[in-house]
Nanobody
Framework: QLQFVESGGGLVEPGGSLRLSCQAS????????VGWFRQAPGKEREAVSC???????INAHSVEGRFTISRDNVKNTVYLQMNSLEPEDTAVYYC????????????????????????WGQGTQVTVSS
């Protein structure tokens, strides 16, 4: 069973950058679409950015041009590079995955709307404040 451990969160000033990492174990990420999600206090969890095992990706409009998801299947790790951070980006960030063995493209969309998210990490706090 796939398991995740996120790291890289912290306190950063507006305009700053952070890079989140999500180390997977228990299975190879080759078979999965992977993604980052976030939940701010008092708000519902929302998708940030998702990446299929064939390179397709979906980003939330709020992070387009600022955040970049990537994956290293050799290291079994998913990354989220976050630039130009804003106070509104403050949240707990989670990584998740959906089985993508069918390679029909559906896993990416099912992961982004969370209906297909099967495995979740415990989250890492990101706080953007001066």
């Amino acid at each position: 069973q796939l398991q995740f451990v996120e790291s890289g969160g912290g306190l950063v000033e507006p305009g700053g950058s952070l890079r989140l990492s999500c180390q997977a174990s228990g299975d190879t990420l080759d078979y999965y679409a992977v993604g980052w999600f976030r939940q701010a206090p008092g708000k519902e969890r929302e998708a940030v950015s998702c990446l299929s095992n064939s390179g397709g990706r979906i980003n939330a409009h709020s992070v387009e041009g600022r955040f970049t998801i990537s994956r290293d299947n050799v290291k079994n790790t998913v990354y989220l590079q976050m630039n130009s951070l804003e106070p509104e980006d403050t949240a707990v960030y989670y990584c998740a995955a959906a089985d993508d063995r069918s390679r029909d493209g559906s896993a990416l969309f099912k992961l982004f709307d969370m209906s297909g998210a099967e495995y979740w990490g415990q989250g890492t706090q990101v706080t953007v404040s001066s």
